[in-house]
């Protein structure tokens, strides 16, 4: 009789097909080297789910709520912690798993519209969704982001501002999509995962899409090209074919100077749209980024951080161009290194490891080091593959598509994620 069970040497929570896993330090255990406290295991579609539970007639809320969880039969994953068993805390302590289950899920974004709630927990911490978010490798990372002691009847050892596990296939896992994540296994990686964001020194940022509002910009500098565009395409569309042409161009002439290439890339959208012009509209074109506007929030942002960081910029931008933005942004940066001075466009990793050679120059360890960007394409990818810490800034959240950067051929998880400028200003404060 064939065995039931196959043993898996060396195996793991993620060795079956489709699962992600992660875990992470979240102030349950007192801190120590290696410490982890909550875990996650994912499945990426509906899994059936069978459980025991314990008979006690003292039981936790956790319990209680897996255990109604559990009469649906299926669920996504299970969420578990440990340093804190969360018995006997009445009716508070129901409401703080439901709680739980809320943040925790909004977060992972895993439950489609009208399902029941579809992941289980052990130890007080319940997952449940009541509305869609859409779990898609490249709109969403599933992935646990930061979460704000600001919301009502999260649990006290919480409450501290800190993030979750960033999920990534376990070693051993079989059925994960090398597309979908980048694993976190190195050394660096586990230590960003336990650091807040006080502990970094040195804030280094993208300035086209992060700081700057470079999609107004550039269809408002596009609108007398499109005037003469038979069937003019919508904003989005619009941005998306630009992104086509300027990252080809990017990568054809990486010592270009932006405001020459944007000259070139109008004239091909000329062509691509068959549209009438010359090339005063092409120079045009190639001269606008001084007329982009900054994000409103950008230059309130930038004055409050630089009270307690070196602020750098990293941008795939000439000395000149960024001149005239800089006029916008209202501060003054440490240390500004461009395209022009690097001869490379990001993602070109030449472009990092220029920013990272000329920081250690001054002084700054990489671990002091917190990348800011909006493009998980330019900045998120390539950073996080050079051990560099990230902070997400998510400016086009809840967007279907990508506007004016490129799909990424994979998504990296940020080590911090914000949905705008002010966004981690207030969890910089929280903090403090």
């Known amino acids: 009789m064939p065995a039931l069970v196959e043993m898996i040497p060396d195996g793991g929570v993620t060795s079956a097909k489709g699962f992600l896993a992660g875990a992470t330090y979240a102030g349950l255990k007192t801190q120590g080297e290696g410490v982890l406290d909550v875990g996650i295991l994912l499945s990426e579609v509906p899994a059936t789910l069978a459980a025991t539970f314990s008979t006690n007639k003292i039981l936790s809320p956790s319990v209680t709520l897996s255990r109604e969880r559990a009469g649906q039969g299926t669920a996504r994953g299970v969420i578990a912690n440990s340093g804190c068993a969360n018995c006997c805390v009445g009716e508070q302590g129901l409401t703080d798993a439901k709680e739980m289950a809320d943040l925790a899920a909004e977060h992972l974004a895993v439950n489609p519209m009208g399902q029941a709630p579809s992941l289980v927990a052990d130890d007080g911490l319940m997952l449940h969704r009541r509305h869609v978010v859409a779990r898609n490798a490249q709109r969403h990372d599933p992935v646990a982001h930061r979460l704000s002691g600001r919301r009502r009847g999260l649990p006290p050892a919480l409450r501290q501002p800190r993030h979750l596990a960033r999920l990534h296939p376990v070693h051993g896992g079989a059925g994960a999509d090398p597309g979908l994540l980048l694993p976190a296994h190195r050394e660096e990686d586990r230590d960003q995962m336990t650091k807040r964001l006080t502990d970094f020194k040195v804030l280094t940022f993208d300035t086209y899409g992060t700081l700057i509002d470079w999609e107004s910009g550039i269809f408002n500098a596009l609108k007398p090209l499109l005037e003469n565009v038979a ?52 120079q045009q074109f190639g001269q606008s980024v001084a007329h982009w506007p900054a994000f409103p929030d950008s230059a309130e942002s930038l004055a409050y951080l630089k009270q307690h960081y070196q602020l750098v910029i990293l941008s795939n931008i000439d000395r000149g161009s960024f001149a ?40 700054v360890d990489k671990a002091d080091i917190l990348h800011t960007a909006q493009s998980q394409y330019h900045d998120i990818v390539p950073a996080t593959e050079l051990g560099i810490a990230t902070m997400w800034i998510e400016r086009r959240h809840g967007k279907e598509s990508y506007g004016a950067t490129p799909k990424p051929e994979k998504v990296a998880t940020p080590t911090f994620h914000a949905t705008s400028m002010a966004d981690f200003v207030r969890q910089v404060k929280e903090e403090r």
């Open 324 to 363: 005239a933005s800089n006029e916008k942004l209202g501060v003054e940066f440490d240390a500004i290194y461009t395209a022009e001075d690097i001869g490379s466009y990001k993602p070109d990793p030449r472009n990092f490891e220029y920013l990272l050679e000329h920081l250690i120059r001054r002084g």
């Open 231 to 282: 069937d003019e395409p919508g904003r989005d569309a619009v941005l998306e074919i630009f992104a086509q042409y300027e990252t080809a161009q990017e990568r054809a002439t990486p010592d270009k100077l932006y405001p020459e290439l944007l000259s070139v890339v109008h004239a091909q959208l000329r062509s691509h749209w068959g549209a009438d012009g010359n090339g005063e509209l092409d």
